[in-house]
């Protein structure tokens, strides 16, 4: 099975075409190729499919094995994909809608992520013997985003057990961020990943939050800086979304539960 592995600014992705392969489990194939010892390694896995609304179809899954609806940084890795064949404007069906990703001149990818829903703001959260006010924001996607003096200071441990809190049933996103006005820091810690180097809808619900919280203007571009680097959010009506996508490599991979269940599945047509 043919895989093309990119990052947005550190946040990587196994990219698998299911326009030629058939994937019968598409969660467990997550766990396998993901992990960074046995597999390719990965904060998760998307698979790219046919679509009758847009260029292609995304359906992206963690590093658990677990979907999510959104991912800011694999879209613009999608316009990547499609700029090698020369798609400037890159159409992606989601989970939560179609996306579009736009190639731009500095070879940099805008991705419109749509508009933020904005939850409770600045709400009370116990966890792991501390208090915090959090707003919760969801990019198709849920977040739930704290400020903080340093982002540097936040022990991992309370990131990872907010990310499977009582109060979010389906799991949630975590941003820590530091800052106002045009420059804000984040921290992120992935449902279903973990601490990632970045996260494309965690810096665009960090601003959405921000902006809520009258930490940062709307209808400017904010540079949101993260572990992996700088992105660029700007938040008018919907939020876009900019940065970096990086092809770091492509191969073969050869998975045995895989190959086994469509050699099966072909014996028995």
Not at 1 to 23: E, P, R, T
Not at 74 to 100: D, H, M, P, Q, W
Not at 145 to 158: A, E, L, P, R, Y
């Amino acid at each position: 099975m043919k895989f093309v592995k990119l990052h947005g600014a550190g946040n990587d992705y196994i990219f698998v075409n299911c326009f030629d392969d058939v994937v019968s489990d598409m969660s467990g194939l997550a766990v396998r190729m993901s992990d960074r010892h046995f597999g390719v390694g990965g904060d998760g896995v998307v698979y790219l499919y046919p679509s009758f609304v847009a260029d292609v179809r995304m359906r992206m899954f963690n590093a658990d094995g677990s979907e999510g609806a959104m991912c800011g940084n694999a879209l613009r890795c999608i316009g990547r994909i499609f700029s090698e064949k020369n798609v400037e404007n890159t159409a992606v069906e989601t989970n939560v809608g179609v996306r579009y990703v736009r190639h731009n001149k500095d070879d940099t990818f805008t991705a419109d992520m749509g508009k933020p829903i904005i939850g409770e703001v600045l709400k009370p959260i116990f966890v792991c013997g501390k208090q915090f006010d959090y707003t919760y924001v969801s990019m198709g996607n849920p977040h739930c985003v704290i400020f903080c003096d340093n982002i540097n200071m936040t022990d991992s441990d309370i990131g990872i057990a907010l990310n499977t809190h009582s109060y979010f049933p389906d799991g949630v996103n975590v941003e820590f961020v530091e800052g106002t006005g045009r420059n804000i820091k984040v921290r992120v810690f992935e449902r279903g990943s973990g601490e990632t180097l970045s996260c494309g809808t965690g810096a665009c619900a960090s601003v959405a939050a921000s902006v809520a919280c009258g930490r940062c203007e709307k209808d400017t571009e904010i540079t949101v800086s993260l572990r992996g680097g700088d992105l660029k959010v700007n938040y008018s009506d919907n939020i876009f979304l900019i940065g970096n996508a990086v092809k770091v490599y492509e191969g073969d991979y050869y998975d045995q539960i895989h190959f086994c269940d469509r050699w099966s599945s072909q014996r028995t047509r």
